[in-house]
């Protein structure tokens, strides 16, 4: 009989330099405090620069803490000016569920832009510095979700909360689709692979501030504790993909039935997140939206 997965399967990661964007709170938080107990250098990516310095005080080990507002292209370009050297691992996990349809600085559906295209252009803007691999939180979400490349922030059509959440989360898988693509087709020695927390009731509550709806929020809480991944257990896909020999391209999941609770296992996805003629078509309309490049 097997051990279930636990984060001493990280090793020692003293001397390895790992970026996790969205590390004040949620998943993020649990992934940083992880990788930092490890031994790693951990990068905090964060809106809030405040708590960000309070967070990496709290978890200790070797950590620094960068500025990066991923609903703002003008913080994502900044980014990577703002710390020097490479990393060996990018972890793109902030990620925001909105309550109202409402827009980035930069004239995107706010969940779009938040999910999909900051992560995007912060990646390839950082490509040629990340000298191991690339891990982006997706979302059993996608399972749900139709582009709309027709219409991608959703101005014509109608505005829902999960649905266009569910969407920029599609978005997400079908990046990783082409990237892993390409990656290959390079020959690059960079990996980059896919994970779905499960369902986190801390994460949903604290990644919006505001906007999560309050109904919700009353409805996680009594039913977190029953059916959700608490912060460490939400971790523990993208730590999955850093510990364990798995193929590149790879989707780690949850291994339960509905993929909302418990420990981390390889997932399957839904055909709509493996169509490459549709991740094509999202890259160019994401490389043309932010002004940056997918050059593997």
Known sequence: M????????????????????????????ATAGALARAGAHVILAVRNVELGAQRAAEMGGDTSVVKLDLADQT???????????????????????????????????????????????????????VRSQIINVGSDAHKSAKLALDDPHLRMRKWSAFPAYARSKLAVMLWGLELDRRLRAAGSPLSSQLTHPGWVASNLSNVSDKRIMSAFHAVVKSAATVLAND????????????????P????????????????????????????YEVAARL??????????????
């Open 283 to 296: 890259i160019a309309f994401a490389e043309k939206e932010t002004g940056t490049a997918l050059s593997v």
């Open 248 to 275: 590149p391209g790879s989707y780690v999941g949850i291994d339960s039935r509905l993929g909302l609770k418990g420990g981390p296992t390889l997932s399957g996805r839904a055909a709509g997140a493996c169509d």
């Open 75 to 129: 913080s994502v370009r900044a980014f990577p000016d703002l710390f020097d050297g490479d990393v060996d691992i990018l972890i793109n996990n902030a990620g925001v569920i909105a309550r109202d349809r409402s827009e980035t600085v930069d004239g995107f559906e706010m969940m779009l832009g938040t999910n999909f295209l900051g992560p995007f252009a912060l990646t390839n803007l950082l490509l040629g510095r």
């Open 2 to 29: 097997t051990s279930q997965w636990s984060p001493t399967r990280l090793g020692n990661l003293t001397g390895k330099r790992v970026i996790v964007t969205g590390a004040t709170n949620g998943v993020g938080l």
């Open 231 to 246: 912060i460490d257990a939400g971790a523990a896909p993208t730590l999955y993909c850093i510990s364990e020999p798995i």
